[in-house]
């Protein structure tokens, strides 16, 4: 069973679906992924790209492309984990009772 996670921008438009279960639980609690082909790192909110080869300017500092991209996920979607743990709570299923009840 697949369990899509849309991605929403601001202006609530869908830019992308992405698949949870490809997903690592680093990645999820993080709120970005690490794309090694193309050597970024990109947030799983809004898609944006962090190239691992450029220095980000976040207010009057300077970053490498990990922690800007963490100050990006800790700045604009701050709810990020819990958005995504109510957003999928509606397709988790537990197992039925009779296997509950041999464990």
């Not at 009057?60 to 109510?86: C, G, W």
Request: glycine content about 2%.
């Amino acid at each position: 069973m697949l369990f899509p996670f849309r991605v929403i921008i601001s202006a609530r438009k869908e830019v992308g679906t992405l698949e949870i279960e490809h997903l690592s639980v680093d990645a999820l609690v993080k709120g970005y992924k690490e794309d090694h082909a193309s050597q970024s790192f990109i947030c799983l909110s809004c898609e944006q790209v962090f190239d691992k080869q450029e220095v980000y300017q976040v207010g009057q500092h300077f970053f490498m492309a990990e922690r800007a991209i963490e100050k990006h996920v800790e700045t604009m979607h701050p709810d990020y984990f819990s958005a995504l743990l109510n957003d999928q709570a509606n397709y988790i299923e537990l197992p039925p009772p009779n296997i509950l009840t041999n464990v």
